[in-house]
């Protein structure tokens, strides 16, 4: 009895690493991604100068000019710092009780996790009910994984979309002011260039589907878990516990291996068909 005892309280304790670990790894993305949306924004704020330089008259071009300048030059130092030192300062609390040093990357958090994940697993390993513990246990990594990916396809679908719109309308605007200003003249066909590469990025790596079938198989995991916690639906009539088990993972599984089916055909060109087809 002792012994169960201490092995629950040891997987609680890797769970809860688990959980700080997942919070660490949410601060560094988002740190990173601040740094690279700063270079973005500096970039685009040096663009900003260059045309208002080009359009605006003498009087008073200098200060916005000079303004646009200062913005972008301070916001890719930002972005080149937060990438040059993508190191994560953590607390001597999260430090001591993760065993790990105040400053760490990426890489040392996601060894570090992997490390804690399989530890956990390893506590389920005498019977094949063990298996389905920690396979039932593994569920909420898994989810929050989807749920990761799937934001992480919709950012880059709604970058590359927004993109194609507003390039398209700027590039069509900047044609007609090139006209009467030539040193517009080239700004139009690099617009184009990032318009078409952005419409054959989404195209091929297919982020609207990718995000949506990550949600899709996200959602409808939580709602089999919901039911099977709350004895409804197609468990509502069954007494027998183990039976019910079953038939949660039978389900959570088959959910699991369309969501890799359909990231494999995701993956897979797109085929033209011929005529003949």
């Not at 100068?49 to 030059?73: F, H, V």
Request: hydrophobic share 40%; charged share 25%; glycine share 6%.
């Amino acid at each position: 009895m002792s012994s169960a005892i201490t092995e629950e309280d040891d997987v609680a304790e890797l769970s809860l690493k688990l959980a700080t670990l997942q919070a660490l790894l949410r601060r560094h993305r988002s740190r990173r991604q601040r740094g690279i949306l700063g270079i973005v924004l500096g970039l685009t704020f040096f663009a900003g100068a260059y045309t208002i330089w080009q359009l605006l008259p003498p009087g008073d071009r200098l200060t916005l000019t000079l303004t646009c300048l200062a913005g972008g030059t301070a916001l890719i130092a930002y972005g080149i710092y937060v990438k040059r030192y993508p190191d994560l300062q953590i607390s001597d609390r999260e430090s001591l009780f993760l065993d790990l040093n105040k400053h760490c990357s990426q890489a040392d958090l996601e060894l570090q996790f992997q490390k804690i994940r399989n530890q956990r697993r390893r506590t389920w390993i005498a019977t094949p009910a063990d298996h389905q513990s920690s396979y039932e246990d593994d569920l909420e990594f898994y989810v929050a994984e989807l749920r990761r990916n799937s934001i992480r396809s919709r950012r880059a679908n709604h970058v590359t979309q927004m993109t194609t719109i507003i390039g398209s309308l700027a590039a069509t605007g900047i044609s007609s002011l090139s006209l009467s200003v030539t040193a517009l003249q080239w700004i139009s066909p690099i617009i184009t260039f990032i318009v078409g590469a952005a419409s054959g990025i989404a195209a091929y790596f297919k982020f609207r589907d990718r995000g949506f079938y990550s949600q899709q198989t996200a959602n409808a995991i939580d709602q089999e878990v919901a039911a099977y916690r709350l004895k409804i639906r197609r468990y509502k009539e069954i007494d027998d516990t183990e039976r019910a088990r079953e038939m949660f993972l039978e389900e959570v599984h088959r959910l699991r291996v369309e969501q890799e089916n359909r990231e494999q055909d995701l993956d897979q060109p797109v085929k033209v068909k011929g005529d003949g087809e």
